[in-house]
T-cell receptor, first 113, second 113 residues
C-alpha cells in the first residue's frame, strides 16, 4: 500500500477555507485517494474519494493533479464543528484488495473562533 | 449512520484476564474489521473478516484472535490481556473491499491494569 504524508496539525479560523495537502509519491495506477474525518471520541467517517482531477460533494472538494502524487482536501468556510483529525489514505482497487486501510497519524485541524 | 454497535463501550480489566469485545451490525455487510487506536499511531488494523468463518490478520494481530459465526457479529478476543493492549478499539464494516466506504462503530475503550 502506498504511504501517505500529511501535516501533523493545522490551525484555522471560522469562515476560512482550509486546504490539507497529502503526498503519496508511490501511488499505483489502480489506487484511489480517500479521506476520512474523525471527531474526538468517535470512529472515523468517510468524507470523499477520487481518482483524478476534482471531486466535490456537500462536505468537501478533493483536488488531484495529473501526476496523482499528491492531493488536496479543501474544506470551504470551516466552522468550530470541523475541528477533527483528517486522514488521507490510498486505497487499491481490484480483486486482491481486502479492504485493508493504512490510516497514519492524520492531520489535526483546530478551528478557532 | 450505519447500524454498528460495539459492546462493551468501556471496560477495565486486569493483566492476564481474557477479554472479548463484540461488534454487531445490522447492514448485512460482508466485510468487518477490528482496529485499535493509540496516541501517535493513528488506527491500526488488527484482524478483518471477509465472510462468515473467513478471517485474516492485520498489521498488529499478535495477542488477538477473532471469530465470526454469523454475518452480523464479529468478536475480538484478548486471550490474556496485557497493559500494552490498553487502547480504543474500533469495529468497521464495508459492503465490499475495493473502494467501498468503511463505516465505523462508536469504539470501545479498554484499560488493562
Amino acid at each position: 500500500l502506498a504511504k501517505t504524508t500529511q501535516p501533523i496539525s493545522m490551525d484555522s479560523y471560522e469562515g476560512q477555507e482550509v486546504n490539507i495537502t497529502c503526498s503519496h509519491n508511490n501511488i499505483a495506477t489502480n489506487d484511489y485517494i480517500t479521506w476520512y474525518q474523525q471527531f474526538p471520541s468517535q470512529g472515523p467517517r468517510f468524507i470523499i474519494q477520487g481518482y483524478k482531477t476534482k471531486v466535490t460533494n456537500e462536505v468537501a472538494s478533493l483536488f488531484i493533479p495529473a501526476d496523482r502524487k499528491s492531493s488536496t482536501l479543501s474544506l470551504p468556510r470551516v466552522s468550530l464543528s470541523d475541528t477533527a483529525v483528517y486522514y488521507c489514505l490510498v486505497v487499491p482497487v481490484g480483486s486482491g484488495n481486502t479492504g485493508k486501510l493504512i490510516f497514519g497519524q492524520g492531520t489535526t485541524l483546530q478551528v478557532k473562533p | 449512520d450505519a447500524g454498528i454497535t460495539q459492546s462493551p463501550r468501556h471496560k477495565v480489566t486486569e493483566t492476564g484476564t481474557p477479554v472479548t469485545l463484540r461488534c454487531h451490525q445490522t447492514e448485512n455487510h460482508r466485510y468487518m474489521y477490528w482496529y485499535r487506536q493509540d496516541p501517535g499511531h493513528g488506527l491500526r488494523l488488527i484482524h478483518y473478516s471477509y465472510g462468515v468463518k473467513d478471517t485474516d490478520k492485520g498489521e498488529v494481530s499478535d495477542g488477538y484472535s477473532v471469530s465470526r459465526s454469523k454475518t452480523e457479529d464479529f468478536l475480538l478476543t484478548l486471550e490474556s490481556a496485557t497493559s500494552s493492549q490498553t487502547s480504543v478499539y474500533f469495529c468497521a464494516i464495508s459492503a465490499g473491499p475495493s473502494t467501498d466506504t468503511q463505516y465505523f462503530g462508536p469504539g470501545t475503550r479498554l484499560t488493562v491494569l
